[in-house]
């Protein structure tokens, strides 16, 4: 028999340790992690600000002349009311269909207002996003994060980098 088939218990553990090497490299490189909270960066950041002042600046007047449109509807259902028992029943049948047409008219209204208000808002956001990717990607590659996350059940305020992407966006 020869030396090189005999297994000895030592000729294992040379041979285990051998294999385990290139894995105690890996494991001495840490990774470094980083999280954003884009909850906060929407909330928080000057860009995402000043993106809700325009949309509520944009919008303000259709906003307006909904709740115009809903205290005169208002209005006019109550009169409707007061006066039914002394109207005629053409008269009540003519207001009851305008009052119909006018809640129609409202509501299709209300419904294009929150569909325009939505569409603006997640195309606003949707550039905000974009300029806080850019500086999550900056800080990343200047500060070596081998991965940022934007979005977790849960991370450790150790690995929580919003602050720093909130003072990049401010400036």
């Known amino acids: 028999m020869s030396f090189n088939k005999i297994t000895t218990p030592s000729r294992l553990m040379a041979l ?4 385990m090497l290139p894995l105690s490299n890996v494991q001495a490189q840490e990774s470094k992690i980083g999280f954003v909270s884009t909850e906060r960066i929407f909330r928080e950041a000057a860009p995402a600000k000043a993106a809700q002042s325009k ?6 007047r259709r906003d307006k002349e909904l709740q115009d449109l809903a205290a005169r509807l208002k209005a006019m259902s109550e009169k409707l009311d007061k006066d039914a028992a002394v109207l005629s ?3 009540r049948v003519r207001r ?3 009052l119909a047409d006018m809640d129609k008219d409202f509501q299709r209204k209300q419904r294009e ?11 606003e956001l949707a550039t905000v996003l974009e ?3 850019k500086v999550i990607k900056q800080i990343a590659e200047a500060e070596k994060y081998d991965i940022v ?4 059940v849960y991370a450790s305020p150790r690995i929580d980098i919003t602050d ?4 990049a966006l401010n400036k």
């Open 113 to 123: 207002f929150r569909e325009d208000l939505n569409q603006r808002r997640n195309e």
């Open 16 to 19: 285990f340790a051998l294999c």
């Open 149 to 152: 996350f934007q979005e977790a």
């Open 131 to 133: 300029k806080t990717n």
């Open 55 to 60: 949309i509520e600046q944009e919008f303000s």
């Open 89 to 91: 029943d053409s008269d």
């Open 96 to 98: 009851q269909r305008d």
């Open 164 to 167: 720093k992407v909130l003072k």
